[in-house]
């Protein structure tokens, strides 16, 4: 091949998958109902809270708050987001070097949406020899109408799950109302269209486009995988015998004749390579498109049982087993994921149990710092941040310890009061006059003790008064 003769774009290749029926197609049906179900109806779970949205999941963006059943997750534990993190890459890593890229085939978001586009085109023109005939056929009103009523069907799942995705970002009943009487910010407009465009692209149009170009999962996963890891693969020696496969014809209809001429059990009916959703052949052996949903299996196993044959031409193995070899599921590798994966999530958890209800941050201002005052006392300012990450409101009452003889201005304020959720910020001084020998910097506490809150503990943050060198 020359150089002017490289093409750098491939034009697709439509893919007309046909329906399956059996297990895996049954758990892949019950793992989208039970995703659909979450991610759609989650916004419009009341939940009671004294403070915040009464929703139970709500990520309030204004209040840089995000709200999780009875978790409220604030700005200052972002490192949270850094442990889910860690947690999902090794949760993948430990999932993917078992089993393969089982995430791709059952959870991944773009697997899930393309399922219900293909159900849709499927309900609306037809079976898979039905969708090719009606793309060939030339356009007029019947095919005018199929392919408008499957557009139009996508258009407003993408929409719904535009919509949906945006009813996590405010009161979910007020935004709905707001978003349909023109009263919604504009940002839940711009978001739903930008999902509704998107869905509509990658779930309708682009499809296993994505697996394939565009996922950056689908081009790494290769790295995790190992001659133990579990794949969808073809039982070449079963299929092909030593003569190959061959459709069932006279002499070639049970298994014992077939074995007698050296035929494999493969009738070559393309069952398995018509229900692909990425439109490949599982008998040329283990290809990157592969996103491992089994529904090969299914097909495959559907023809077997009606030959009266064992199943499993077409299975969940390991390239150690297709060797004759012992499959090793859990070895050092995944071990060490899963010592990993189990800290992480446990460290989580005790961060999130042992949340502190009141926050405080002190920073000192340090231009001057330090005051001489005309009494001759040496006066030093703060800044003080206070986080009531409780449902209540509440006195705090705040002081000084370890710096005997100092005195704590608060300026105008006489009471701190916290309420649910709020952050206050104050500006405070300390001053104290010097003894002699003092030395140039004391450290010591901020005390602050909340009155009336049940069993909120007091807070110390410790702190450095400084004082001139004379
Ligand atoms: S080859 Fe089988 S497992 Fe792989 S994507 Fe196609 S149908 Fe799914
Ligand atoms: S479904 Fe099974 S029998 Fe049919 S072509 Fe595929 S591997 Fe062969």
Redesign the pocket.
Known sequence: MTETDVQLYQKRVPIYPRSVKGRFRRLKWGILTLAYGVYFLLPWLPWDRVAGPQQAVSFDIHGRRFYLFDLTVHAQDIFWLAGFLVIGAFLLFFVTGIAGRVFC?YFCFQTLWTDVYILIERLVQGERPARIRLDKQPWGGGKLLKKGTTHLLWLLVAFLTGLSFTLYWGYAPELFTGFFTGQAPFPAYATTLFLTATTYVMAGLAREQVCTYMCPYARFQGAMFDRDTLI?AYDEARGEGSAGRHKVAKGLKTREERQTQGVGDCIDCGY?VQ????????RNGM?Y?????????D?CDTIMDSMEWPRGL?KYTSDKAQHGEKTRLLKGKTIGYGVILLSAATALIVSMLNQVPLDISVSQVRQPLYVRLSDGRIQNSYEIKLNNKADLSYEVRLDVSGLGGAELDLGQLEHIVLHPDQRLQLFVKVRMRPHANQPEKKDFYFVVEPVGAGDIPQVKWPSVFYHPDD
């Open positions: 085939g969808v398995c229900v692909c959703p990425t439109g490949i052949d599982i290809q498109q592969c996103i491992s949903c089994a529904l090969c299996i097909a077409i």
